[in-house]
């Protein structure tokens, strides 16, 4: 595709840079620097894992309502 675009200075004398020492064309050098900054600014995939904590009470949760009833009554036996 060919398009017009206006460079910052520092970007302009990294794409310059680029094409001379690699012997490229302009819009090759821009793309090379485009693409790196594509990659480095994705980021790494990590595996999600679920952190749980001991809260001390066991509930069977399979009964929301008596899960729920469970846990006000436990709200209610603690100190304020």
Known sequence: MRTTIRLDDDVAAAAERLR???HIGLGEA????????????????????QRTA????RIDVSNV????EL???ADLDAPR
């Open 20 to 22: 001379r020492e690699r």
């Open 65 to 68: 309502a008596e899960a729920l």
């Open 30 to 49: 821009v793309n090379e620097l485009a693409r790196a900054g594509l990659h480095r600014g994705a980021p790494a995939e990590r595996r999600y894992r």
């Open 71 to 73: 846990l006000d009554e």
């Open 54 to 57: 001991d809260l001390g009470l």
